[in-house]
């Protein structure tokens, strides 16, 4: 019963917060075309040659504008309609604009105050509706047959599943106030949707902010900070619609051998780097947009998939990963740099055969040592049988091992930071 309330309140705020809006709106528009006719009357030749000069005068004149033609364009010298005799009218208008300015001073006040109570209203509901969602996942996870002889106990993902780059992200985003809609993108982002609009909004954020491309990862990051499971729409459908509406561009990336497997990516379209900036929010290059602008990702969609699958697999396990890092004074290009605690690697994610000089240059950057990862075990088992021909050891992993369990896509969920990424260490 109190979320109805809720609702009825939060529907209540808005109409009002609509109602005034217009009703302040209406005012400034009315005001601003009485002073336009006062204007006309008393200095009708001053306005005339101030738009000769400029024609959008004066339609974007701020008060303190108007004030200032008024003072110059009527100092009692005989412009047209203005008189010495007039100085008691002069007075009036001076009054009457300062009266104006405080009663659209006011109209603001109260708007700003009608605003706040709605966030206020909002972020409860939010929260209710966060809360009924996790009692609902909780509910869902429970096995369907009784008497079963093991219950799954589906647990719902923590800040501690994140590495320490996103769980600052998400530490970020939950204490986020959630802005406002530009009104050039309201009806791309659909404020009266309440909750799902909050959802956009941090999804935008965690892209535009961290980098993040990956759907897998951002549902992680987002059902984190809004307490319930990646597997539902809840995530997923607002980011659908942002593709829709023009402020995301998604792509479903694939490889067919030796393995098969597909990533969901996103990135900001031009009209989405602009509504982040509108919001005043940095805007940095995510990883697909680094591997299209870097390493050819386009035309080498395979090997695309295979170093943000990496890299994505590597924080899901409790590392941080910077995608194509860059490397000064030599000649390697590594794919990927992996850190944890003092342990720190710079990757070869390789789906065919390494050459000798790719080795050595890696080796250079890791201390004497390789890091790699290959497509499947058999693609691990030639790359390291090749590095330990150079005299080389090192750490090796493969897609398929970090994938896959008994052929079988594993549950992102039970992934943790306490699995290793490397299968092998020589």
Not at 47 to 61: M, N, Y
Not at 99 to 111: F, I, M, S, T, W
Not at 181 to 196: M, T, W
Not at 274 to 295: I, K, S, Y
Request: aromatic letters at 6%; one cysteine or more.
């Amino acid at each position: 019963m109190s979320e109805v309330y809720r609702e009825r309140a939060l529907a209540d705020l808005i109409a009002a917060e609509r109602d005034l809006r217009e009703s302040a709106e209406r005012l400034a528009r009315d005001y601003r075309a009485l002073v336009l006719e006062l204007a006309q009357r008393l200095a009708g030749e001053a306005l005339e040659a101030r738009r000769r000069e400029d024609p959008s005068v004066p339609q974007g004149w701020t008060p303190a504008e108007w004030r200032a033609f008024f003072l110059t364009a009527l100092p009692g010298t005989g412009q047209s309609g203005w008189t010495a005799s007039n100085n008691g009218h002069h007075a009036a208008l001076e009054r009457k604009i300062e009266q104006l300015e405080k009663e659209v001073a006011g109209l603001r006040e109260r708007l700003n105050q009608a605003q706040m109570a709605l966030t206020r209203v909002e972020r409860e509901r939010d929260h209710a509706q966060r809360e009924a969602e996790r009692w609902k996942a909780k509910a869902e996870e429970k096995p369907k047959a009784q008497g079963s002889e093991t219950a799954v106990q589906r647990r719902l993902p923590t800040l501690d599943d994140l590495p320490d780059l996103y769980r600052t992200l998400a530490r970020d985003l939950e204490q986020m106030i959630i802005p406002q809609a530009p009104g050039r993108f309201e009806q791309a982002l659909r404020p009266e949707d309440g909750i799902r609009y909050r959802r956009k909004v941090l999804i935008l954020k965690a892209i535009s902010a961290m980098g993040l491309c990956a759907r897998l990862e951002i549902d992680r990051v987002i059902s984190v900070v809004e307490g319930i499971s990646p597997r539902t729409n809840s995530v997923r459908r607002p980011a659908e619609e942002l593709v829709e509406s023009g402020l995301l561009i998604g792509d479903s990336l694939r490889i067919e051998h030796p393995i098969t497997t597909g990533l969901a990516v996103y990135r900001l379209s031009e009209d989405g780097r602009a509504l982040c900036r509108e919001w005043g929010w940095a805007v940095v290059e995510n990883e697909w947009e680094r591997v299209l602008r870097l390493h050819q990702g386009e035309a080498q969609e395979a090997h695309t998939v295979m170093i943000l699958a990496f890299a994505l697999h590597a924080r899901l396990r409790g590392w941080n990963a910077v995608v194509l890092p860059e490397v000064e004074g030599t000649n390697a290009a590594p794919d990927v740099l992996v850190e944890r605690g003092e342990e720190r690697w710079y990757v070869e994610v390789e789906r065919g055969d390494g050459s000798r000089r790719k080795w050595k240059n890696l080796a250079g950057l890791n201390g004497g040592q390789v890091a790699l990862c290959a497509a499947d075990g058999m693609g691990r088992a030639r790359l390291v049988r090749d590095c330990k021909a150079e005299g080389l050891s090192g750490v090796a992993t493969d897609l398929e091992g970090l994938i896959f369990e008994d052929g079988a896509p594993r549950d992102l969920v039970e992934i943790t930071p306490s699995e290793p990424l490397w299968i092998e260490r020589w």
